[in-house]
C-alpha cells in the first residue's frame, strides 16, 4: 500500500469551471495522480493542493461531514450524481472504482433552482424554503405528552425512518430528467404523514409543500426513478404516489387558504 | 405570542382548485384521470374493431349501432375531446416547465433505470396526437381516406384504406408509439393516483407492459390483417 | 477575577427548580422587542433558536454551512440518553446524573449535571413530538439500547442515524420559526469576531462566505453553539469545517477558555490509510455491543486473520475490564488500544489498529441480526475499507472526536462576559474530563431547548441593556480588524499551503498531546507551534480575493485561530498534573496504567484568560465541590 498521495493511477478530469453566478462557465482539463485508497474529494483535494502552489484558482466544491451524512457535498461524475457507484455521496466513492487512464467529467447540480456559485458548488436553498411552507410539525418547546403515551406501530415508524433518511442533497433534482424535487419532498411529507404525531397537519402539509415545491421551479415528476437510483439515503420511490394520494385528497378536502387565515 | 405559521405563510392567495391546476401534482393526477378514460376507450376501440375477425356484416352492425344514439354518440366525443385535451394541455406545459427547469443540460447523463418509454413520453405523446387528428380526418370524417370513403362502411373503408401502404405505414408507427406510451402511462397513472404499494409495484408494471404490447399488436393486426388478405371485402 | 458560577442552593435535586422559580421574566409582549443572536444550528443553536422565536424573540441565527440541516450534530449515530426507565432495570434521574459524572472522571460541575439528568426525560418527550422516528417495540412504545459505560439501558435511538434524526427535529422546528419571520436565518456566513459594548456581549461580524463581505449584527445577547475544537488535531472525527473561531474569537475578546485540555478520543474509527487523508470516519461504537476487540498474542503474527486461533488473541478489555469488557468507557478504550499498538502488536498498515470482530456475535445471532443493527455501518467500512467485514474482522483505531472543553459558563450557561450564552459541545460544563457515549446529543439538546430559552430571559429581564447599533465604534474596530487580519493571510503570498501546516499543527498535537501526555512532549510541542504559527503568517499561500467565495481564505482564517487554541491546549494539559478521563499523563498513572487523579490539587476547572498574542495565559480556578457524591476512583474493572 502506497503511503503517497501521488500514486498508481493517473486521471484525465474535465470539471466545469464557472467563477460566480454571471459567468457563463466552461470545462476545464486537468491531469491528477491518484491512488486506490483515496477517496474521490480527497483526489480533489491533492488536485487543489497542486493549483495552489501552481498558482492557479483552485476547484470550489462543497463538502463537510465526508461521512455521507450532512449532505453538503454533491456533484456530477460522468453523468451521474455523486459518481458512478449509486446509493452513496460522493465524499463516500473511493477511487478504487476507477482505473489508470480514465477520463471524467465534473458537473455542478444542473437546475434553474439550484443557481451555481462557483465551480461545483450550487445554492440548495430552495430546499429550505419547501421545509419552512410545512416540513414540520408545529409542536412548541415543553408542550410535548410524556412520550410512551404516543403509541407508533413499528411499521408506521420504520416508514417514517426509512423516508426521514433523506439527507438534502439534491441529487435526486440531479438525476430527474425533469429537474424535479418530488423524492425530497414527498420524503419529508411521508416522513410526518405515516406517524401519528403528523396528522393533524397531514393534508395542510402536503399541499404548502408540494405547493412550494412548484413555486421553486422544480420540474414534474413521471415516476421514473432516476432520483431513487442515486439517492444516498436510499429513500424508496414509493414516497412519492403516496404523496400523491395525499395531495389529492387535500385538495378536495381542505379548505382554500383563504379561509382559513386570519387567526394570527 | 407565537404566530401560527400557516397564517403567515399564505394569508391569502388562489383556491385550492386553481393551486390543483397550478401545481405539477395537480396536473399529474388530471394526466392520470384523462389517462384513465382514453386507455379504456383504446381498449373499447380496439375490442370493438376485433369484431372485424368475426365478420364483416357484424363489425358494420357495430358502427350502425354507435351511431344509433346522436346523443350518446357526441356525448362520448365530448367527453374524449375534454380528455385529450386536458391530457395534452397539462402534458405539454409540463413539458415546457420542466425544460424551464433545468435550462443548461449536463454535458453528458447517464441513465440508470428510467425506461425508453418514460423518457420519451412527451414524443410518444405528440405522435399520437398527431394520428388522432389524421385518424379521424381519415376514417370518421373520411377526407383523409386514401381510396373511396363510404359513411358507416367500417370494414370497407378500412380495407380500402389498408390497401395503400402510406396509411398503413403511419398506423404501424403511430401503434408502436401508444405502446410505448402506455407502457410507462399506465404505470404511472397509478402512482400520479396515488394507488401504489410496494407489494404491488412490480406486478403493475408487468401488467402495464402486458397491456400495452396486447393493445399495440391488437391494433396493428388489423392492417395486417388486410395485407396479408386476411380479411377482404 | 473571582469566578461565580451562580449555582443555585438547596439540595441538588431541586437547584434547577428553584433556579427556574426565581427567574426575572420577559413579558410576553415585550418578547418582540429584544434581539438574540445565535451562532450555530446544531443541536444546541438550532434547538435554542427555534425555542427563543417560539417564545416571541427576534432571532439571528448564523451557519457556515449552506442550511441550518448541515450542523455536524447530524454526524452522530449512537443514540440519545433519557433516564427514563423504560426497561425497567432500576435507571434514575440520579444514576443517569452518577453514571455522567462518574464518566466525566468527577470533573465535571455536580449542579450542571443533575439538571442535564433531569431534563433528559423531556427531551425525549420533546423530540417524540416533533416526529423523530425513534426505535420502537412492536407495541408501539420507544425501543432502548445499552451503550458504553452504562450498565443500564437508556440509550433512544434512530437506527444509526440518531444525530441527524434530532438535528433534522430541530431544524424543522427552526425552519418553522424562520417561516414566521420570527427567527432571520443566515446561511454561509461565519462568525468571525464577537463585539463588545460597555463589557456586555451585544454583536457579531460576520463574513458572508457566499460575497466575502463583512457585516456586523447587533442584539441584546449573543448565542455560541459552535461545537468543538477536535479539528485542531487535522486529522479528527469532526466534519471538514468544524472549527474553533467562534468560540476563539470570543475568548480573544475576554471569555474565559475552561479545561482545553480535556479532549476525547473516541476508540472505533476507521484507521488512517495514507497522509493525503482529509478526516477519519467514526463508526457508532454502539458496534462494541457485539463486536470483540483483539490484537494477535504476538508480535509480528504473520498468518491471516481467520488463521489466528482464540489461544493466540487477546481480547484485552475482555480480560482487563471484566464487567464492562468491550463497553468500556471511551477514553479507557482508546488508551488500551493504543498501548497494544505501542507494544507492536498493532494490525494493518503501520501498526495502527486493532481487530473488532463480529464473527462470534454472527454465529451467535445469525447475519441477518447483525446486518439489521449495524448493516449501514458495514456498509459503510466496506466502502472505504474494500473489506467485507461479514467476513473479516474490523480494523479500528482511535481519533479526536470530542472536547470537553470550552467557553467556561456559570449555570446559567452564561460566559464571564454579560450576554454572551455557550451552549452545547462550545461550552465546557457537562461531560468533566470525559464524555460517556449518547451524552452529547442529550446536552446540546437540554442547553437549547430547555436551558438557554429561559436564561437568556433572566438576563434580558435583568436590564442595564443599552440602545446601540452597528455604527458603534466597536463594530468598526472590529470590521477594521477582520479586514487587516483577512488582507495579511492574503498578503502574505509565500510557499506553503493552509493544508500543510494545518498537518503539520494536527500531527504535533496528536504526537504531543493526544492520547497520552508528558511533561516533555507538551514543552516539545509548545515550543514548535508558536515557531510553526510564526511562520505561518509569513510563509501562507492564499490564492483569490477576500470579496469573492474564497474556500482557502476561510480556511487559512480557522487555521490560524487553531494554533493559538493548540498552544493553550498544551499550556493547560502541561499545568494539569494529574490523569483524569481524557488527560492522561504518563507521570501519572497506576501500576496498571490506570489514570490517577489528584483530587487534593486539581479538582477545580481551568479557566484561562486571554492576556495578549504571545502573553501566558492567566489561570482563573473554580474549585469543584461535591455536595452530593463522594469523590471515587473511577473503575470499570
Known amino acids: 500500500m502506497s503511503a503517497n498521495g501521488h500514486g498508481g493511477m493517473k486521471l484525465t478530469l474535465d470539471i466545469w469551471r464557472q467563477k460566480n453566478a454571471s459567468d457563463p462557465g466552461r470545462f476545464v482539463r486537468y491531469q491528477v495522480a491518484a491512488n486506490e485508497h483515496m477517496s474521490f474529494l480527497e483526489m480533489l483535494d491533492v488536485l487543489n493542493q497542486d493549483l495552489i502552489t501552481k498558482g492557479e484558482e483552485p476547484l470550489a466544491f462543497d463538502s463537510d461531514c465526508r461521512e455521507g451524512i450532512c449532505g453538503m457535498c454533491g456533484f456530477v461524475i460522468n453523468g451521474s450524481p455523486h459518481g458512478p457507484t449509486h446509493g452513496a455521496t460522493v465524499c463516500q466513492l473511493h477511487m478504487r472504482f476507477f482505473k489508470d487512464g480514465d477520463s471524467l467529467t465534473l458537473e455542478p447540480w444542473r437546475a434553474k433552482a439550484f443557481p451555481i456559485l462557483k465551480d461545483l458548488v450550487v445554492n440548495r436553498a430552495a430546499l429550505d424554503r419547501i421545509i419552512q411552507a410545512g416540513g414540520y410539525i408545529s409542536t412548541r418547546t415543553g408542550s410535548a405528552p410524556e412520550a410512551n403515551s404516543i403509541l407508533v406501530p413499528k411499521e408506521s415508524s420504520d416508514i417514517a425512518m426509512e423516508a426521514a433518511a433523506c439527507i438534502g442533497c439534491g441529487a435526486c433534482v440531479a438525476a430527474c430528467p425533469n429537474a424535479s424535487a418530488h423524492l425530497f419532498t414527498s420524503a419529508k411529507i411521508t416522513h410526518l404523514g405515516v406517524l401519528p404525531q403528523g396528522q393533524p397537519e397531514r393534508y395542510t402539509r402536503v399541499l404548502d409543500m408540494m405547493n412550494q415545491t412548484t413555486a421553486e421551479g422544480f420540474g414534474h415528476c413521471t415516476l421514473m426513478g432516476e432520483c431513487e437510483a442515486v439517492c444516498p439515503g436510499h429513500v424508496s420511490l414509493e414516497v412519492i404516489p403516496r404523496m400523491n394520494a395525499d395531495f389529492f385528497k387535500g385538495s378536495l378536502k381542505k379548505r382554500d387558504p383563504k379561509a382559513v387565515a386570519g387567526g394570527a | ?233 | 477575577m473571582a469566578l461565580d458560577s451562580r449555582i443555585p442552593g438547596g439540595p441538588l435535586e431541586n437547584k434547577w427548580s428553584e433556579r427556574k422559580d426565581h427567574m426575572k421574566m420577559v413579558n410576553p409582549s415585550n418578547k418582540r422587542k429584544y434581539t438574540v443572536i445565535v451562532v450555530g444550528t446544531g443541536l444546541a443553536g438550532g434547538a435554542a433558536a427555534a425555542s427563543l422565536g417560539e417564545l416571541g424573540y427576534n432571532v439571528l441565527n448564523f451557519c457556515y454551512q449552506d442550511s441550518p440541516r448541515r450542523a455536524h450534530s447530524i454526524a452522530a449515530q449512537g443514540g440519545i440518553n433519557g433516564a427514563k426507565n423504560y426497561q425497567n432495570d432500576g435507571d434514575s434521574v440520579y444514576r443517569l446524573f452518577y453514571d455522567t459524572i462518574k464518566g466525566g472522571d468527577f470533573r465535571a460541575r455536580e449542579a450542571n449535571v443533575y439538571r442535564l439528568a433531569e431534563v433528559s426525560v423531556n427531551i425525549i418527550d420533546q423530540c417524540a413530538a416533533q416526529g423523530v422516528p425513534f426505535g420502537r417495540e412492536y407495541g408501539g412504545t420507544l425501543a432502548n439500547r445499552s451503550f458504553g459505560g452504562a450498565q443500564v439501558s437508556r440509550t433512544f435511538y434512530a437506527r444509526g442515524q440518531t444525530g441527524q434524526q434530532l438535528l433534522l427535529g430541530a431544524y424543522q422546528a427552526l425552519e418553522r420559526q424562520v417561516a414566521t419571520g420570527q427567527v432571520k436565518m443566515y446561511s454561509r456566513h461565519e462568525m468571525l469576531d464577537l463585539v463588545l459594548i460597555d463589557g456586555r456581549a451585544r454583536g457579531i461580524v460576520v463574513r458572508n462566505l457566499e460575497t466575502g463581505k463583512i457585516q456586523s449584527f447587533i442584539g441584546d445577547a449573543v448565542m455560541l453553539c459552535t461545537g468543538g475544537y477536535a479539528n485542531a488535531f487535522y486529522l479528527s472525527t469532526n466534519a471538514k469545517n468544524c472549527n474553533t473561531s467562534a468560540i476563539w474569537r470570543a475568548h480573544r475578546r475576554g471569555a474565559l477558555f475552561a479545561n482545553p485540555c480535556y479532549t476525547q478520543i473516541h476508540p472505533t474509527c476507521i484507521p488512517k490509510s495514507g497522509d493525503y487523508q482529509s478526516k477519519l470516519t467514526l463508526m457508532s461504537e454502539s458496534l462494541r455491543n457485539d463486536g470483540r476487540i483483539w490484537v494477535p498474542k504476538k508480535k509480528g503474527e504473520q498468518r491471516p486473520v481467520d488463521q489466528i486461533p482464540e489461544e493466540d488473541r487477546d481480547y484485552y478489555l475482555e480480560r482487563i475490564y471484566p464487567s464492562y469488557g468491550n463497553l468500556a468507557p471511551r477514553d479507557v478504550s482508546s488508551r488500551q488500544a493504543k498501548y497494544r499498538c505501542d507494544e507492536g502488536l498493532g494490525v494493518g498498515p503501520g501498526g495502527l489498529g486493532v481487530y473488532l470482530d463480529f464473527s462470534e456475535a454472527i454465529k451467535r445471532l445469525g447475519q441477518n441480526v447483525i446486518a439489521e443493527r449495524y448493516g449501514n455501518l458495514f456498509e459503510m467500512y466496506e466502502r472505504i475499507t474494500g473489506e467485507n467485514p461479514y467476513q473479516v474482522p474490523m480494523r479500528i483505531y482511535p481519533a479526536a472526536h470530542y472536547t470537553m472543553g470550552g467557553l467556561w459558563v456559570d449555570y446559567d450557561l452564561m460566559s464571564n462576559v454579560p450576554g454572551l450564552f455557550v451552549g452545547g459541545e462550545a461550552n465546557f460544563s457537562d461531560h468533566g474530563a470525559n464524555r460517556l457515549g449518547a451524552s452529547a446529543l442529550m446536552q446540546g439538546l437540554a442547553d437549547g431547548y430547555f436551558v438557554l430559552p429561559l436564561t437568556v430571559g433572566d438576563y434580558l429581564a435583568s436590564g442595564g441593556i443599552k440602545k446601540a447599533d452597528t455604527s458603534h465604534a466597536a463594530f468598526k474596530d472590529a470590521e477594521r480588524e477582520i479586514n487587516t487580519r483577512l488582507d495579511k493571510l492574503l498578503g502574505a503570498k509565500g510557499k506553503r499551503t493552509v493544508d500543510s501546516y494545518w498537518r503539520e499543527l494536527g500531527t504535533i498535537l496528536w504526537d504531543e498531546c493526544g492520547m497520552a501526555r508528558s511533561k516533555e512532549s507538551l514543552q516539545r510541542a509548545l515550543t514548535k507551534i508558536p515557531v510553526l504559527r510564526e511562520e505561518y503568517w509569513k510563509n501562507l499561500k492564499v490564492p483569490g480575493s477576500g470579496n469573492d467565495f474564497n474556500q482557502e481564505l476561510e480556511k487559512a482564517n480557522r487555521v490560524a485561530d487553531f494554533f493559538e487554541l493548540g498552544e493553550l491546549l498544551c499550556a493547560d494539559a502541561l499545568d494539569r498534573n494529574e490523569s483524569c478521563g481524557g488527560h492522561f499523563r504518563t507521570e501519572y498513572q497506576t501500576p496498571d496504567g490506570e489514570a490517577k487523579r489528584n483530587d487534593a490539587e486539581y479538582a477545580y476547572v481551568a479557566a484561562w484568560g486571554w492576556k495578549g498574542e504571545n502573553q501566558k495565559p492567566e489561570l482563573h480556578k473554580e474549585p469543584l465541590v461535591y455536595e452530593k457524591i463522594q469523590l471515587a476512583t473511577r473503575s470499570y474493572k
Request: aromatic share 10%.
Open chain 2, 1 to 233: 405570542m407565537s404566530v401560527t405559521t400557516k397564517d403567515a405563510v399564505i394569508a391569502s392567495g388562489p383556491s385550492r382548485l386553481s393551486l390543483f391546476w397550478m401545481s405539477t401534482v395537480g396536473k399529474k393526477v388530471l394526466m392520470a384521470l384523462s389517462g384513465i378514460i382514453l386507455f379504456a376507450y383504446v381498449v373499447a376501440h380496439m375490442l370493438g374493431n376485433m369484431q372485424l375477425y368475426l365478420g364483416i356484416e357484424l363489425i358494420n352492425g357495430y358502427a350502425r349501432l354507435l351511431h344509433l344514439n346522436q346523443g350518446f354518440l357526441w356525448s362520448a366525443r365530448i367527453v374524449l375531446l375534454v380528455a385529450v385535451g386536458v391530457h395534452a394541455i397539462a402534458g405539454i406545459e409540463l413539458w415546457i416547465n420542466k425544460r424551464e427547469a433545468r435550462p443548461i443540460p449536463y454535458r453528458s447523463k447517464e441513465n440508470i433505470q428510467a425506461t425508453t418509454a418514460s423518457r420519451t413520453m412527451i414524443l410518444t405523446g405528440v405522435i399520437i396526437a398527431a394520428f388522432i387528428v389524421y385518424h379521424v380526418l381519415d376514417l370518421t370524417v373520411g377526407v383523409a381516406h386514401a381510396g373511396p370513403y363510404v359513411h358507416l362502411e367500417a370494414a370497407g373503408n378500412l380495407i380500402t384504406g389498408f390497401s395503400h401502404p402510406l396509411p398503413v405505414v403511419l398506423y404501424i408507427v403511430a401503434m408502436i408509439a401508444l405502446g410505448f406510451h402506455l407502457w410507462h402511462g399506465v404505470y404511472s397513472m397509478f402512482g400520479s393516483l396515488g394507488l401504489s404499494h410496494p407489494r404491488y409495484t412490480v406486478g403493475v408494471k408487468r401488467l402495464a407492459a402486458l397491456a400495452a404490447t396486447l393493445i399495440a399488436l391488437g391494433n396493428i393486426s388489423f392492417p395486417v390483417a388486410v395485407l396479408t388478405g386476411l380479411v377482404h371485402g
